[in-house]
């Protein structure tokens, strides 16, 4: 098996295992000291009433303080392409009553949701990875923001650029609030 199947497919025992406590690790209490979920989310200019993109949920830790940004007129797609983290937000969004979000499992390098669908897309806490290839997430990411949609990108890695992300025209950077990179959706 391929480390992205070991890793993804939720066919592996051990894959399953590993993934799982990472779960844990993403969603302990001692994360909070270091990163402020409602700050983060807020840095990305997030608003009343968007649809939202939230690629790479994880255990949902970003998915309660996007929900509430945009209100009971906005709504939240929240994708992993894991089915346990799939199955950890899902849970977390029915335990706090969430009711603007739907959990999806969706890869994101080929997804499968549509075009020109999303305000803003969250790519927190996933890039760069061994597992991500930038012109294929970037790719998708364009096709499935509205023109002049924002792709927000946060990265646990210092002195990490979106410069990938860049390539080809398909975004401009716009700025950095709060350490959340701020790409705008060019037309090519
Ligand atoms: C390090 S975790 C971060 C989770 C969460 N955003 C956080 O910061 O707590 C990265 C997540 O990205 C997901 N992921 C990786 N590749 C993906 C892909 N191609 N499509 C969708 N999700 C992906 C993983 O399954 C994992 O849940």
Redesign the pocket.
Known sequence: MKLRDV??SGKSERGNRF?TK??AF??SPKRLKYDDPVKLVAASGIREGQRVL??????G??TEAASRAVGESGTLVA????PV?VETTRKKVIDSGLTNVTVVQ????NSSLPDGEFDLILL???VP?P??DPDK?ADQMHRILKPGGTCAIWT?VPFWKPLKYCRGGRFTLDGKKDGVFLLRREDR
């Open positions: 890793m993804f993934f990472m779960m993403l969603d939230e690629i790479g949920c994880g255990s830790f970003f994708a992993d392409l894991h983290a969706d890869d994101a390098m927190y806490g996933v990875s597992v991500i997430l646990m």
